[in-house]
């Protein structure tokens, strides 16, 4: 049997989640994905990812539904091919949002740690102060605190639907991984400051979020990755009408919490 069979043969026996998380091991070696993308692009007869996913859940259903009625055997296999192109979607879409976050995150990053540094060295000189020194410090506190909930919030959304959809794999490559836990400690590290000048002037800590207050814009940011993915897929089948009533519902219900300010976001 050749490298090539046996491969299929494996693959064969995959469930959706399974080929998906394979085919992320395999590309998440490269360590980023430029080098991955480089490295596809490098073979002599390069196959799209998808195409290949497509084809390997195809299969596998087809031999695990083997000696079943026609019409069973059929839901079955577009089953995994709709479950597959799903989670591929998925991956892509979170590394998508978290590479935007990433970006955004690292402009605040300098904006916030540009006006601790001055705010630092303000409070080194009591006696030049204007009287918008305080309120200030308490403003770009709280931004930071604020930013630090919602990088937490993005990451909980992002684990939670790892765990729902991809066994719990990591869908960014390692790059990205360590980039982002940079961002969050660094922000932390920032917000350690700016409470720390506050704590000096005796100025009350910023209140912790409720829980379940908290628990909101996780779920809508868990929706935020799910519910354009799954859009997506259903666009790759053909089928545009659900694809827009999917689409639809999640813009207005994004609308409407937009519209209902919370203590996180």
């Avoid at 989670?87 to 402009?107: A, N, Y």
Wanted: net charge negative; proline share 7%; charged share 25%.
């Amino acid at each position: 049997m050749t490298a090539e069979r046996r491969l299929a043969a494996v693959e064969a026996a995959m469930t959706p989640t399974e080929l998906v998380v394979a085919w992320l091991e395999e590309v998440q070696a490269h360590g980023s994905l430029e080098a991955a993308v480089r490295a596809l692009l490098s073979e002599p007869s390069p196959v799209p990812p998808l195409d290949r996913l497509i084809r390997a859940a195809s299969d596998g259903a087809r031999t695990r539904s083997k000696g079943k009625p026609v019409g069973e055997r059929s839901k079955a296999i577009d089953q995994a091919v709709s479950e597959t192109i799903f989670r591929f979607r998925l991956v892509l879409r979170i590394i998508t949002v978290t590479c935007d976050r990433l970006d955004r995150g690292l402009l605040l990053e300098g904006l916030f740690g540009a006006r601790v540094a001055m705010l630092v060295t303000t409070s080194q000189l009591p006696d030049k102060r204007d009287p918008g020194y305080l309120p200030a410090l308490i403003g770009v506190r709280d931004l930071i605190v604020r930013q630090v909930d919602e990088l937490l919030a993005a990451g909980e959304a992002r684990a939670t639907v790892e765990r729902r959809y991809l066994g719990g794999h990591p869908a960014l490559f390692p790059d990205r991984q360590a980039e982002w836990a940079d961002r969050l400690l660094e922000t932390q590290h920032l917000g350690a400051m700016a409470i720390g000048l506050t704590e000096k002037e005796a100025v009350a800590l910023p209140c912790p979020p409720d829980p379940e207050v908290a628990a909101a814009p996780v779920e809508r940011l868990v929706a935020d990755l799910v519910e354009p993915a799954r859009a997506e897929a259903l666009e790759d089948l053909g089928q545009g009408r659900r694809a827009f009533g999917i689409a639809t519902s999640w813009v207005r219900g994004k609308l409407n919490s937009a519209a209902t300010p919370t203590a996180v976001l």
